[in-house]
Antibody, heavy 121, light 108 residues
């Protein structure tokens, strides 16, 4: 059974950098893409981007200038950084596994527990 | 971006009721539509992928249909554990992936 466990700082000041890590248990990073999604009351669920085990990334164009994702296959972990946060970045952040089928269907089948990140002065 | 619009935004129903939630895409997305259930304080859980395929372990009272721009999620007989918020998500265009705004299903 695949499990995702995530962690990172929960309280930031505006202009600081958000940093979160997600560890994968019961599965290998090498078999899927891995994603970050956030959820705020104002914007609902928002896809941030995804990364493969070799570090290939795709980012949401609305966040691309501030997002960096990385992967550490030796630790079976992947990470998210979001620079220059503002109050608008306050949200619950989730990591998730992308399931991509042979018929090109794409969905999130495993999720982390979520981390509330608050950007406030 | 492809916009996903769900209706209704909230819904009250009773145990045993048949419930239908609708999701409309701003352009045709074929069958690249998934449904999730989310309970308070928890991550979303996938119910249906590819518009109509039931995810492993999900009860058969959940079903999905549709293609193109209009999709439905149906719960054939509501159970107490089904009261939650439901989201649709499109994967036709992955840059970016987009979600509906959610439908909150409450106990009548």
């Amino acid at each position: 059974q695949v499990q995702l466990q995530q962690w990172g700082a929960g309280l930031l000041k505006p202009s600081e950098t958000l940093s979160l890590t997600c560890a994968v248990y019961g599965g290998s990073l090498s078999t899927n893409y891995w994603s970050w999604i956030r959820q705020s009351p104002g914007k609902g669920l928002e896809w941030i981007g995804e990364i493969s085990h070799v570090g290939r990334t795709n980012y949401n164009p609305s966040l691309k200038s501030r997002v960096t994702m990385s992967v550490d296959t030796s630790k079976n972990q992947f990470s998210l950084t979001l620079s220059s946060v503002t109050a608008a970045d306050t949200a619950v952040y989730y990591c998730g596994r992308v399931r991509f089928t042979t018929s090109r269907l794409y969905y999130f089948d495993y999720w982390g527990q979520g981390t509330l990140v608050t950007a406030s002065s | 971006d492809i916009q996903m619009t769900q209706s209704p935004s909230s819904l009250s129903a009773s145990v045993g009721d048949r419930v239908t939630i609708t999701c409309r895409a701003s352009q045709s997305i074929s069958i690249y539509l998934n449904w999730y259930q989310q309970k308070p304080g928890k991550a979303p859980k996938v119910l249906i992928y590819g518009a109509s395929s039931l995810q492993s372990g999900v009860p058969s009272r959940f079903s999905g249909s549709g293609s193109g721009t209009d999709f439905t999620l149906t719960i054939s007989s509501l159970q107490p554990e089904d009261f939650a918020t439901y989201y649709c998500q499109q994967s036709y265009s992955t840059l970016p992936i987009t979600f509906g705004q959610g439908t909150r299903l409450e106990i009548k």
